[in-house]
């Protein structure tokens, strides 16, 4: 824990809090905003990379369909060709994941830092030339309350979560029979699951936590837009 906090949580919250210092108004809800997006673009090659991988891998999912059809009586046979056309095609089935996997702590940091950051007794924690500021003002355009819960907020964080959701299965689910068919009714079912999770989640978290997700979230719809315009 202590290697997270100095690797990951100590600099992003040094970070905040500079941004927040030089901000006309000092409002920690802008500072959020502006650290969220700088972090998203750091970690763009990573998501460009991640949203390729699952491209090709939908592309071929009505071959990968035909082999396990072929060498259906012969598991280990099917792995082989599927494994077998995955090289051929250049492609990594799990270079989608590694680069989100890579993702988790500092999205994790994140969390801490606007959960954490807007306390007092986490200021112990800034850098000796990051100024400290006698007090910081938890609120977004002056009438958020970033460290109570936010209803309105949260239920705009699971209406952007549905958006991403059906921007996803609209650009990657595969239209092809047998496993396609049962990765597409999973999607399905994830397409309303998981903006309800957010909002349930939500419900109780400070607003400065959703703040980030709904940038975060934000974001992602704007750069798989952008990705697909570029790569299509």
Known sequence: ?????????????????????????HD????????????????MPLSIKALLSQRKLTQ??????????KHKDDK?????????????????PIG???????????????????????????LSSLYSFVARPEVIKATFLG???????????????????????????????????????EVAALTNQMLYFFPLFIIIIGWKLPAGLILYWVTSTAYSIFEQAYIKMKHN
């Open 28 to 43: 920690f809800g802008v500072a959020v905003i502006v650290l969220t997006i700088l972090v998203r673009l750091v970690l």
């Open 96 to 122: 989608g994941c590694l680069p989100l996997l890579i993702q988790f702590p500092l999205i994790i940091a994140l969390y801490k830092v606007f959960g954490d950051g807007i306390k007092p007794e986490a």
């Open 60 to 69: 071929l999912g009505a071959d990968v369909n035909l082999l396990k059809e």
């Open 1 to 25: 824990m202590a290697l997270f906090n100095e690797i990951l949580y100590r600099p992003l919250l040094n970070l905040a809090v500079a941004i927040y210092n030089i901000l006309p108004g």
């Open 143 to 181: 009438i958020i309350d970033l460290a109570h819960r936010n209803i309105p907020l949260t239920l705009l964080a699971g209406g952007l979560q549905f958006i991403q959701a059906w921007q996803q299965k609209k650009n990657t689910v595969p239209q092809t029979e047998g496993a396609g068919k």
């Open 76 to 92: 280990s046979r099917q792995s082989e060709e599927i494994m077998k056309l995955y090289k051929d095609k250049g492609v990594n």
